[in-house]
Structures are given as structure tokens and as C-alpha cells.
């Protein structure tokens, strides 16, 4: 059964840092691409970055690089998002979700079609200006 779910989520103030897991079962990283998404209420979903196997690098939207870093340990089956230099528009739920790892899949983060089992629950992130 695939299973995501993200967590280290919480309230920070603006210029500090927080580092977001994503913990998955049921499937290989070596198979699968991994997408950070984040969703404010009204507004439509963000793909913040992805990372891949099947890519030669890691994608982040152009709003948070520079700040944000994605790395995965397919030994512990977790995706990390590390996010630097928060600011108040990086608040939002942010979530991870999983695709096929496909060569090109990360650039095409925000066109995924997300099924309730391709992503995990979310974490609320809060950044106080």
C-alpha cells in the first residue's frame, strides 16, 4: 500500500528555517518521483520542487529557489525539503505526493494529477513577518 506522509511543519519567523519530511512505504524511491506541493486556502496548489531519479536534478518553482533544497534517503524512505530564509508567502499546508519516475516528471510538477493515495496529509507551515 503506498503511504506519504509529510510532517515538520510549524510556526517560525520570517528569516529562519524549518525541514519538512516526507515519509514513505509501499514503494521503491528508485522507482517513483517525489513532488512538494502547497496549497493557501482560495488559492490554487504550488509545486514547490521534486526530485527524481530519472531526472538529472531536482526542480523548485522559482518562487523558493535558492532557499529550498530537496534531498531524499532511500534508505530511510524519506524525502527532506529544507527550507531557508522562510518568508510570510511561504506560508501554507504543504504536502508531498508521488509520481512515476519518468525522465522530464519533475518539470511537469504542476500539471501531476494527484489521486487521494498519491499524496500524503499535510503540514500546516505558518512564517510571522
Known amino acids: 500500500e503506498v503511504q506519504l506522509q509529510a510532517s515538520g511543519g510549524g510556526l517560525v519567523q520570517a528569516g529562519k528555517s524549518l525541514r519538512l519530511s516526507c515519509k514513505t512505504s509501499?514503494?521503491?524511491?528508485?522507482?517513483?518521483?517525489i513532488g512538494w506541493f502547497r496549497q493557501v486556502p482560495g488559492k490554487e496548489r504550488e509545486g514547490v520542487s521534486c526530485i527524481s531519479s530519472a531526472d538529472d536534478r531536482p526542480y523548485y518553482a522559482d518562487s523558493v529557489k535558492g532557499r529550498f533544497t530537496i534531498s531524499s534517503d532511500k534508505v530511510e524512505n524519506t524525502v527532506y525539503l529544507q527550507m531557508n530564509d522562510l518568508k510570510a508567502e511561504d506560508t501554507a499546508e504543504y504536502y508531498c505526493?508521488?509520481?512515476?519516475?519518468?525522465?522530464?516528471?519533475?518539470?511537469?510538477?504542476?500539471?501531476?494529477?494527484?489521486?487521494?493515495?498519491?499524496r500524503g496529509q499535510g503540514t500546516q507551515v505558518t512564517v510571522s513577518s
Open positions: 509501499g514503494f521503491s524511491l528508485d522507482d517513483f518521483a
Open positions: 505526493a508521488v509520481a512515476g519516475s519518468a525522465r522530464g516528471i519533475c518539470p511537469l510538477l504542476n500539471h501531476w494529477t494527484l489521486s487521494k493515495s498519491a
